[in-house]
């Protein structure tokens, strides 16, 4: 099997390597080529990721090119992790909400809108050639920010494509540590959209261990997440750590101003990785990468591209996909994240249980913007970006909203074409 990762000099790719490496025997991979424009990037990230797998004893091969023709000619799967501008447009994202006292956040708020409009047509462009150049049947996996955004766009477009994040598999290994037991034996009760998702169900061999999580550990959990124990309890259900920017926003950013944007930070750690990866006589993943993000999205990559190759038949995956009827209040082809069945057809959702009020008029909201934001991604114009501001729940009044787009555009006039002459 050949896989193409695209951003594949991403310091998050020895992440991955590690987890192909660590599951040779079940994911036959033999090939894996990184493609990105950053040659310089490529000529570390490759062949410390060669290194990687020759430790493990994994036989696959690593190639590196700047070509995605050449990359994807005969790929098996595609990964996408792609960040259009840089940790320069990043740090853009999460600093100029704040002249309307607004979130600062690259996938959610004014930022995540700023995020969508310069990637949804960079990777539409990549989806065309990738159908062109490795065949309609070559499965998309998408772990490019906004997911469900993204995601939304490449299903609307028809292609085999879908969405993954790394916050559920995160959970899961949380609370198995907390209760106890294997990782594999909890499955969660996940659901809303990507980067608003609530757990409203913690099963462990068929019986809920949610109470037990609430009563005895919310505590724990709300250090990690930063939303407060008494919420949780009084939800009956625990929100993924993106929800504390809708729950506490105004403490956020207060906090926001007050230190160095999370662009700065990963862009030091960043620096460090690649001095780390460049040393010839490193040969395992380095503790530091721990810090850059993505906890665990190697162990959830790995799983979802060997369900979707046809590999173990049927598996259990918390997947970015259409809603299809499954949250009957939001729209069919709206992108949802929970439990899905996953095998080489698909994501097909898990029944959902009658979502609580207390956050389905949350999820339709966003799910509004979200169709709004791929609109603006695919059209342009001014008055689209304020429009899907003013739907956001963060933003949501016309004066902040007017503000806002205008300065999205002038941050990234040179990112988006219909921009350049605005």
């Known amino acids: ?9 991403s310091t998050y790719t020895p992440e991955l390597i590690d987890g192909i490496a660590g599951r040779r025997t079940s994911l036959a991979v033999d090939e894996i080529v990184l ?4 040659e310089h990037r490529l000529g570390i990230v490759g062949p410390f990721s060669q290194r990687l797998l020759a ?3 994994h036989p696959a091969k690593v190639r590196t090119t700047t070509s995605l023709e050449d990359g994807v000619a005969g790929a098996s799967a595609v990964l996408l992790q792609l960040r259009v501008g840089g940790q320069q447009a990043r740090a853009s994202d999460e600093t100029f909400p ?5 979130v600062g956040q690259e996938t959610t708020g004014a930022g995540g809108l700023a995020k969508a409009l310069r990637t949804v047509p960079v990777v539409l462009d990549i989806a065309d050639r990738v159908r062109a150049l490795a065949g309609p049947d070559t499965w998309i996996v998408n772990f490019t ?9 490449l299903l609307q477009e028809g292609h085999k494509a879908i969405g993954l994040c790394n916050v559920a598999i995160t959970f899961q290994r949380w609370t198995s540590a907390l209760l106890g037991v294997e990782p594999s034996t909890v499955e969660l009760e996940h659901v809303g959209l990507n980067h608003l998702t609530w757990e409203r169900g913690v099963r462990v061999n068929g019986v809920d261990r949610l109470p037990e999580l609430l009563a005895d550990h ?5 250090e990690h997440i930063g939303v407060d124990s008494a919420l949780m309890r009084r939800l009956n259900m625990v929100p993924s750590y993106y929800l504390n920017y809708f729950y506490n926003h105004d403490a956020v950013v207060q906090k926001q101003l007050k230190e160095p944007s999370r662009a700065e930070v990963v862009a030091a750690v960043e620096k460090e990785l690649l001095d780390i990866y460049a040393d010839p006589s490193v040969v395992t993943k380095p503790e530091q990468l721990g810090q850059r993000g993505g906890a665990y999205y190697s162990e959830a990559a790995v799983q979802l591209v060997h369900a979707l190759t046809g590999g173990a038949g049927a598996e259990r995956h918390v997947v970015n996909v259409q809603n299809n009827g499954t949250l009957p209040f939001l729209p069919d082809d709206a992108v949802i994240e929970v439990s899905s069945t996953v095998d080489h057809t698909g994501g097909t959702p898990l029944p959902v249980r009658p979502v609580e009020p207390t956050i389905s008029g949350l999820i339709a909201h966003v799910t509004a913007y979200e169709h709004l934001a791929l609109e603006a991604a695919l059209h342009g114009g001014r008055d689209r970006v304020a429009n899907a501001l003013l739907a956001h729940p963060l933003i949501g009044q016309h004066a902040k909203a007017d503000r806002l787009a205008d300065e999205l555009i002038a941050q990234n006039r040179d990112l988006l074409p219909w921009a350049k002459g605005a």
């Not at 493609?35 to 950053?38: E, F, L, N, S």
């Not at 920010?145 to 766009?153: D, E, K, L």
């Not at 919310?218 to 709300?222: S, T």
């Open 1 to 9: 099997m050949k896989l193409t990762v695209v951003g594949g000099g």
């Open 35 to 38: 493609v990105d424009p950053d």
């Open 55 to 57: 430790h493990a004893g």
């Open 98 to 102: 704040h002249v309307c006292g607004c």
């Open 145 to 153: 920010n906004p997911v469900g955004i993204v995601t939304r766009a």
């Open 218 to 222: 919310a505590e724990g959990l709300a």
